[in-house]
């Protein structure tokens, strides 16, 4: 029943003139039904599975005087607060997680109100369920004891489950995981466990069974998805053993000897059987069936047999003796029995050793010859070895034991009765190795192994082995680094390689051949493995620096192997400097540098490394300073204008020549000079300028003292206009003709690049040539593959820009043409091959050297780093090579 609380304000009277009150009606809510989500949440319910979050109703109600509606909505205090409402709208959020197994109904306070007045009322919210509950086992896991002779289909526990959930998800049924393979089923319903019809519980095969049983729902939605909830746990059956299995022996076949020397009443042999019910194991009584012919006896309750009489009146040499062990009952009562038989075998005394024979009769040696890696497993048929001792019974049976190098060898059989053929089978066929040993040295012991004497006897196997080519050449490093002059004449010796192979004979001879890109230049002696350069080869580290390829090893029968060599070429100083022409001219402005280039060009530092020097200077020799390093030429200090320069040479031309020279650091070094013409300039002062305006004299006129203009003016300062079209006219002509300069001095420097920023060569680094290391003892697809060095070769770019200041060289890009390659046969050689390359020195002084020809320059550390970098790239690839 709904609880209405109406507040009603008071009224208001009007002293002044009378008046009447207007009555005010409480706001209300719609009432629009338990499957309406717009209302007064009469019978409003929500599922337990709903996000937290959710706007799940909408509060509606209205006020007769059409006033604003507020809403409200609280809890008894001390519950939990599972909804927030939009006091404005309506609308009314879930802010707690709703579980229906711990609360299946909230009652909640609402209210409505105009501000006037305000009703309350206090609704349930039903909560209804989801499948969000697993079913649990009441009574599992647990243990249970069941008699192995329990009937088939006989039930043996119950299981109980529990699912919190209503409808289908509070549902359930029972499974087994393994039914199919199981000796247990259960029902699906009430979760009966029984044991499968046509099944038995057998003690002796399985004491222990674990049954997992598996317990589902009927399933239900939860969170909009349709859900089977499970759970599973172990039932262990424990099997009690029942008195149904009859006794067993244990340790059969049973054999007893009786001795030349036993005494009567010593102990032959003793049996022994168990109960086949382990759980609970009746004693044995043991006793004789037949064939002991009153001459031996045994003990009922141990089952020891011993001799009643001398051994001298045994009539027989064996014995056949049947034995009975039967289970006795508590009361004393023979139950069920086994039956065994015991053979008892009379010797004689162990008088003989074992001994070993031959196809002659004794023998203690045997050789044999054979080649080395026979097959594993196989037979060494040469050696024919018969083994025998003459004693009888225990007296005649011992082992067989093979000693010595390691295990390569097995001796069948390893126990022996009397006599056997000797059988010898490899065991290890990779240690059977001729470079290991030429032969093998055994000893073959036979040893007696019950008697008291322990004789033994001793045989001598030697095997004598034979080669085979079972190995290929082996290099003694996986690389060869070498390294030659580039002055090297033909046939220069390089590196020297060495392979060996252990087998004897043609087998390990060893021929050298070499492959690969970079082969071509040298060649190999087959027999001594020493690397020579080809006799027509002409080594130059301008042009390639780095080699490699491969040297293969081979036998007799083609086993190969293959080695790594790489050959650098040493750059040596054997070029000059060279300047771009012999006489070179630049235009120089006060202040800013000129710059001269020469090209050196040998690979390496510091043969390719310049410096540059002012030889002579006309017609001063006190007025340039040159950066030796950079080539750039510039005035001195203290010349800041040309007014210095024309004081100390007294003349007013600026045109100067300069004998420069460019030196190399080599060992020995080279230099070449050239002649540097240097036209000196400054800003461009207007002389036009000054010549008209009387600056200079002209000899028999009569001067005034401002000049012609000054003249000029004199005369004709009564006639303003005609002054002002005179200078009018000078200034156009000091335009024209500063124009006219302008234009020649610009296609001037056009043409020469005169009077412009200083320029810099920038050279981009050549690619440095790195070792290409590759594993040469891979796999190849192809024989062929094994042969091919890949190598990529790389011109640099040399981009020259002008940026630096009257330097006459264009901005250009150069593409140097690729170096050239050895042809793939060598050439004849010419009939007045030099044995040793001539260098030819150029002069130091005073003397200018052709252009050279084009060749990127090259930016290259020294020789030693470089190979140092290099052996270090080696040993970090064999390293990780190395590696597993």
């Not at 050793?353 to 196989?378: A, I, S």
Request: proline share 7%; charged share 25%; hydrophobic share 35%.
């Amino acid at each position: 029943m709904k609880n209405v609380e109406i507040l009603h304000l008071p009224l208001l009277f009007l002293f002044a003139q009378p008046c009447f009150a207007q009555a005010d009606f409480a706001p209300y809510f719609y009432d629009n039904g338990p499957d309406s989500n717009n209302g007064n949440l009469a019978l409003f319910s929500l599922s337990e599975d709903t996000p937290v979050g959710t706007q799940i109703y909408h509060l509606n109600g209205t006020d007769p005087e059409g006033q604003e509606v507020r809403y409200g909505l609280s809890f008894d205090p001390g519950l939990k607060e599972y909804f927030r409402i939009d006091p404005k709208s309506g609308n009314i959020t879930l802010v707690e997680k709703l579980d229906r197994e711990k609360e299946d109904s909230i009652d909640v306070i609402i209210s409505i109100t105009d501000g006037r007045s305000k009703v309350v009322e206090r609704v349930t919210i039903f909560v209804t369920d989801a499948n969000d509950e697993r079913p649990e086992f009441q009574n599992l896991p647990a243990i249970i004891d069941v008699v192995e002779t329990t009937e088939s289909g006989s039930s043996i526990y119950k299981v109980e489950a529990l699912d919190r959930d209503t409808g289908s998800g509070g549902s359930f049924t029972f499974h087994l995981q393994t039914s199919q393979q199981s000796l247990f089923a259960i029902d699906i319903h009430s979760g009966v466990l029984r044991i499968k019809s046509g099944e038995m519980l057998d003690y002796e095969k399985t004491k222990t069974h674990f049954v997992a049983v598996i317990v589902k729902d009927g399933g239900g939605n939860f969170n909009g998805k349709e859900q089977v909830q499970s759970s599973s746990a172990t039932l262990t059956v424990n099997v009690i053993d029942a008195q149904d299995t009859p006794p067993s022996f244990i340790g059969t076949p049973y054999f007893g000897y009786v001795y030349e020397i036993s005494l009567p009443g010593s102990d032959i042999f003793t049996v022994t059987a168990i109960d086949g019910d382990v759980g609970n194991p009746n004693p044995i009584h043991y006793s004789f069936v037949e064939g002991d012919d009153g001459v031996f006896g045994i003990n009922q309750t141990s089952g020891c047999i011993s001799l009643l009489t001398p051994p001298i009146s045994l009539k027989r040499e064996i014995f056949n003796i049947k034995v009975r062990a039967s289970e006795v009952s508590p009361e004393g009562k023979l139950l069920d029995y086994e039956l065994t038989t015991v053979v008892i075998r009379v010797v004689d005394l162990n008088n003989n050793p074992p001994t070993f024979y031959g196809d002659k009769g004794p023998q203690n040696k045997f050789e044999l010859t054979m080649y080395e890696h026979p097959p594993e497993g196989e037979i060494l048929r040469g050696l024919k070895i018969i083994v025998n001792d003459s004693d009888q019974g225990a007296n005649a049976k011992f082992n067989l034991r093979l000693t010595g190098p390691g295990r390569m060898l097995r001796v069948v059989p390893q126990t022996v009765l009397n006599e056997a053929q000797v059988t010898i089978l490899v065991e290890d066929s990779a240690a059977m190795d001729y470079e290991r040993h030429h032969f093998l040295t055994y000893k073959l012991l036979a040893v007696e192994i019950d008697t008291p004497e322990r004789f033994s006897a001793t045989a001598e196997i030697v095997i004598h082995l034979l080669d085979t080519n079972d190995n290929a050449p082996k290099f003694s490093s996986d690389y060869y680094i070498a390294r030659i002059p580039e002055n090297s004449p033909g046939s220069s010796n390089v590196v020297s390689v060495t392979a060996a192979d252990p087998d004897s004979g043609p087998w390990g001879e060893v021929r050298y051949s070499i492959y690969g890109s970079g082969a071509e230049l040298f060649f190999i002696e087959p027999e001594s493995g020493i690397i020579y350069t080809q006799p027509w080869a002409s080594l130059d580290a301008e042009v390639r620096s780095k080699y490699n390829f491969y040297v293969k090893a081979e036998d007799a029968e083609g086993k190969y192997s293959l080695a790594e060599v790489f050959v650098t070429v040493l750059d040596l100083n054997d070029h000059p400097p060279a300047f771009n022409n012999n006489v070179l001219e630049k235009t120089m402005v006060i202040g800013a540098p000129v710059k001269i280039e020469a090209v050196d060009d040998d690979a390496e530092v510091p043969n390719n490394v310049i410096e540059y020097a002012i030889m002579k200077a006309e017609p001063d020799n006190n007025i340039f300073d040159i950066n030796s390093d950079t080539g750039e030429i510039q005035l001195k200090s203290y010349i800041k204008s040309m007014a210095i320069i024309q004081n100390i040479t007294k003349k007013r031309d600026c045109t100067w020549s300069l004998v420069v020279q460019a030196r190399d650091r080599g060992q020995p070094s080279f230099s070449t000079t050239a002649v540097v013409k240097i036209d000196i300039t400054e800003a461009i002062k207007s002389r036009f300028v000054s010549y008209f305006l009387g600056l200079r004299k002209r000899p028999g006129a009569t001067q005034h003292k401002g000049g012609p203009l000054g003249s000029l003016l004199m005369q004709n300062r009564n006639k303003p206009m005609q002054i002002i079209g005179v200078l009018a006219g000078i200034i156009s002509l000091m335009v024209v003709i500063t124009v006219i300069i302008s234009t020649a001095t610009f296609m001037r420097n056009k043409k020469s690049n005169r009077i412009l920023p200083n320029r810099r060569v920038r050279r981009r680094a050549q690619k440095k040539h790195t070792w290409n290391f590759k594993n040469p003892f891979r796999t190849l697809e192809t024989p062929k593959e094994g042969f091919v060095v890949e190598e990529e070769v790389r011109e640099p770019k040399v981009i020259v820009e002008n940026v630096n200041c009257n330097n006459n060289v264009s901005n250009v890009v150069r593409h140097w043409p690729l170096p050239p390659c050895a042809p793939s046969l060598p050439p004849p050689p010419p009939l007045n091959m030099p044995i040793q390359r001539q260098w030819a020195v150029p002069t130091v002084s005073a003397t200018v050297a052709s252009k050279p020809r084009k060749k990127p320059v090259t930016d290259r550390r020294d020789t030693v780093n470089k190979e140092l970098v290099s052996e270090l790239k080696m040993r970090l690839e064999q390293k990780r090579r190395a590696m597993p």
